[in-house]
């Protein structure tokens, strides 16, 4: 099995739709908890099912239970703080949502999507698919100049590696 990721970032709607289907994407995943961006308004919950629906490409929420801040995400709202990914991910919504990630990923071609462009910094790397490599799931990167990378090359080119404080099976 395997999964992409992309950040909306601030590319225009069709530089976004190429990269997608570029990499023979069927399904796209939100895994935003605020599903909205005044920089990419195409992204926007309410537009981005219609741009992807009329370019042969599926769209799923699922930042209510794989989205980076939520009930569970311990932030407080504190700018110092940051989401205790493990917390998270012992929440139901969270397994839940994986479980139903991994279903859709062993039927379609996936892409989780959230808005940074770096996945190095970003909860779709970090929590959501640091959980799906747990659970033998390959994991490549959309970049945005149209790179796809593995995790081996994302991260032989940058400082650090994957969390695995927050890893975790099903």
Sequence with gaps: MDVCTIGHSNHTQDTFVALLKKASIEVLVDVRSSPYSK????ANRDCIECVLSAVGIRYIYMGD????????????????????????????????????LLDEINKNRVCIMCAEEDPTSCHRNLLVAESLRCNKVIVSHIRGDGDIQTDDKLWKHNTGTPTEQYSFKL
């Design 39 to 42: 920089w990419a308004q195409f």
């Design 65 to 100: 239970s794989l989205g980076g801040r939520t009930e569970h995400s311990n932030d407080n709202n504190e700018s110092d703080r940051k989401p205790d990914y493990s917390l998270m991910q012992k929440t139901n919504a969270f397994k839940t949502g994986i479980i139903k």
